[in-house]
């Protein structure tokens, strides 16, 4: 049973803020999971879950948000939930923040129980469960790990190609200097480049602008058909596009399937 907040509030920062601390308080109950967002980035979680059937989160901390999106989703859904629990970059926590993997599990678990989704645990990187990802096409991608512009960037490279037609990739803490909006760098600057801007498509598709055929036609071998560059993706990052901006959480959606 979690204490008061009246009471928690009794305790002072240092003891607060100390992982040990936090972790044993967490994994009993004594605590919630530290927001890590507003209501309105909930409510927008909420809504963007609410007919989901699988849901990727990169980067859980104590699990704030994987609470949110447990009341959200059902008992026939899937969330998966990926950290390493380590902030290997240093920008994702403030200095001295850490969570615990085991307070962080039982504190979602307990969320989950009585009807929520099925729950899936991979304690590693993110772009690396990306890369090898098998368990089928995404709805929504939650993007609130790495904050480097580089790991914030390989994550959308790495797991946007696994969202479903019609299926959405939000990012946190990426509305950094815009009206009403708040956030990091990283996230930031990675939204911007991908959206914001007239970037060209093989960089909103996730890829390096494909090579080009070499200007020596001696270059190639005789006989040898011209060589053509290859598709970086078979989905067009033309078809990306953002939808909804909220506090410091950007929302982008797949386009659905053209009628025919």
């Given amino acids: ?23 044993i308080a967490l994994a009993v109950g004594l605590i919630p999971p530290r927001t890590m967002h507003s209501q309105a980035e909930s409510a927008a979680l909420t809504s963007l879950a609410a ?33 390493p629990f380590i902030d290997a970059s240093g920008w994702a926590l403030r200095p001295g923040a850490s969570a615990s993997a085991t307070a962080t599990r039982l504190a979602v678990r307990r969320a ?17 469960v990306g890369r090898r990802w098998s368990a089928g096409p995404v709805d929504l991608v939650f993007i609130d790990g790495d904050h480097s512009p580089e790991g914030c960037r390989e994550d959308w490279d790495v797991w946007h190609h696994h969202v479903s037609p019609g299926g959405a990739v939000a990012f ?15 996230p930031t600057s990675v939204v911007d480049d991908l959206f914001r801007t007239a ?4 960089a909103l598709a996730g890829a390096d602008p494909a090579p080009t055929a070499a200007a ?12 053509t560059a290859p598709d970086p ?6 078809t990306w596009s953002i939808t909804d901006e909220i506090d410091s959480l950007v929302v982008v959606r797949r386009a659905p399937p053209a009628k025919t």
């Fill in 1 to 23: 049973m979690v204490a008061p907040k009246a009471l928690r509030r009794l305790a002072p920062d240092r003891l607060r803020d100390d992982p040990r601390v936090r972790a």
């Fill in 51 to 83: 007919r989901a059937r699988r849901v990727v989160e990169l980067g859980v901390y104590e699990g704030s948000s994987a609470v949110v999106l447990c009341r959200a989703l059902g008992p026939e859904a899937e969330l998966h939930l990926v950290d």
């Fill in 112 to 128: 989950a129980a009585g009807g929520g989704p099925s729950l899936r645990w991979y304690l590693e990187r993110s772009q690396d």
């Fill in 172 to 186: 946190h803490d990426a509305r950094a200097g815009r009206p009403g909006g708040a956030g990091s760098p990283g």
């Fill in 199 to 202: 970037a060209p498509a093989a």
């Fill in 216 to 227: 020596d036609p001696a270059a190639a071998p005789a006989g040898a058909a011209p060589a």
């Fill in 233 to 238: 993706d078979p989905d067009p990052a033309p």
